[in-house]
């Protein structure tokens, strides 16, 4: 059903409307949608908002379909009312080259519950010597506009100025996973009394912050842009802060997990709660929260990153870092940016898609719910409260944090190019 009528739907903060969906566009709104000749969804009470954009998730394909695949990997997103998501590079092979990175762009089509934009590796092999082939990826099918060795941080500086330069002349942006790897080479968690009393080696703030002092001084030289990846504790969060203040050009991104869940956690030696970078403490969780809400983080980013069960389900010291993310984003934002003040719905739309498609450059998506825009949108229920069932999840991987915990709001329905993807709250499973 690609021509119908969402009625009564609320856009973001606005009253009660109907949406006339036409051939992928939306082609009328309110009044001018009752002449509209097509079927009619009942969309009283749900909030309409633009199809949501990760600008960071694994995939995990090519090569670790046991975690996931571009097809279980986007029904995930759909069901979390993403219309597009920007799959990282450590892939095996990685995605450092055009051949790579047009195989993932075509898997994803292939599927056709979301948009896939495959992120380019910063560096061969992400072995951070060398170069990878960014301007053959930027001028592929693919388009790669993100370059990102994420998984691993771009720790020599001058490699990291390269990339900067060059990713300057191809119009994007490295996103760097902010890591000073000699400072966490045993890391397991949080460095702090929790890391103490548990035995556990420590991840100091530091190591993060560091390297965005660097980068921060890097983009300012060059003028170029570099966006931080799952920024997690209240000095990055300053850093950003100054940074924007002199008109550095740097974005950041907030993960769902770094603005709920804290490092008492991993008291449960659970090895679900164990991340790069790590939970911090509840001092850091407010910092990041109060970014989010007043633009010093420009974003939030699933670092949706599943595991097979043999990854996860053994000793905390020899697990995987990473957490699932895209099913359970938005709920988190509602419970702890919504149901707080400290966001309207028109934040979540600018956190959750307009500004992750503006740093994306993706044109066609992130756009308002107005006349000849593409059909991309979420139509969530704010009042469903629901128990997170791994059972009732499309990823592949069973390490979400929030397993058994409960989270408000349920996506009902994401329309793609006005293809439902999703309705009445189930994956529609025919997209291949």
């Known amino acids: 059903m690609n021509n119908y009528v969402f009625t009564g739907a609320q856009i973001l903060d606005g009253p009660a409307t109907d949406i006339a969906i036409q051939d992928g566009k939306i082609v009328a709104l309110g009044e001018d949608a009752k002449d509209f000749s097509g ?201 950003v802060r100054w940074a924007k203040a002199q008109g550095i050009k740097i974005t950041a991104e907030a993960t769902p997990h770094h603005l709920s869940l804290s490092e008492e956690l991993a008291r449960t030696f659970d090895p679900r709660y164990k991340v790069n970078p790590p939970l911090r403490t509840q001092a850091d969780i407010e910092a990041v929260r109060d970014g989010l809400a007043d633009g010093t983080i420009d974003i939030v980013g699933t670092d949706h990153a599943p595991h097979p069960a043999a990854t996860k389900e053994c000793p905390w010291d020899e697990a995987a870092f990473g957490m699932t993310g895209l099913e359970t984003a938005l709920p988190i934002i509602i419970k702890t940016m919504v149901q707080t003040g400290r966001m309207n719905w028109a934040d979540v739309a600018r956190v959750l898609s307009y500004t992750p498609a503006r740093i994306g450059s993706n044109p066609n998506q992130g756009l308002p719910i107005a006349v000849g825009n593409p059909a991309n949108l979420a139509l969530v229920d704010p009042t469903v409260v629901r128990v997170v069932n791994p059972d009732e999840q499309y990823t592949k991987s069973r390490n979400c944090p929030y397993i058994g915990m409960e989270l408000p709001g349920q996506v009902m329905y994401t329309a793609y190019r006005g293809k439902l993807t999703v309705k009445a709250g189930k994956v529609q499973e025919d997209q291949q």
């Open 39 to 239: 079927p009619r969804i009942d969309a009283g009470g749900l909030v309409a908002l633009p199809g949501l954009v990760d600008l960071h998730c694994h995939l995990r394909q090519p090569g670790m379909d046991a975690a996931e695949t571009v097809y279980t990997g986007t029904r995930a997103a759909a069901a979390g009312g993403y219309t597009c998501v920007y799959a990282m590079a450590n892939t095996n092979p990685v995605g450092d080259n055009a051949l790579v990175i047009e195989k993932v762009l075509d898997l994803g089509e292939a599927a056709g519950f979301v948009e896939v934009r495959p992120i380019g590796a910063v560096s061969k092999g992400l072995e951070g010597k060398s170069l990878s082939a960014m301007g053959s990826m930027a001028a592929s099918r693919a388009k790669v506009r993100v370059f990102s060795d994420d998984g691993k941080c771009v720790s020599d500086s001058a490699l990291m100025r390269r990339a900067l330069e060059y990713a300057k002349g191809l119009d994007a942006v490295i996103a760097q996973h902010a890591q000073e790897p000699t400072l966490t080479a045993t890391a397991q968690m949080n460095e702090g009394v929790v890391s103490g009393e548990l035995g556990l080696a420590g991840w100091p703030a530091a190591a993060e912050e560091s390297i965005i002092a660097r980068d921060i001084l890097l983009a300012k030289h060059l003028d170029a842009r570099v966006h931080v990846c799952h920024l997690s504790t209240a000095g990055s969060v300053e850093l």
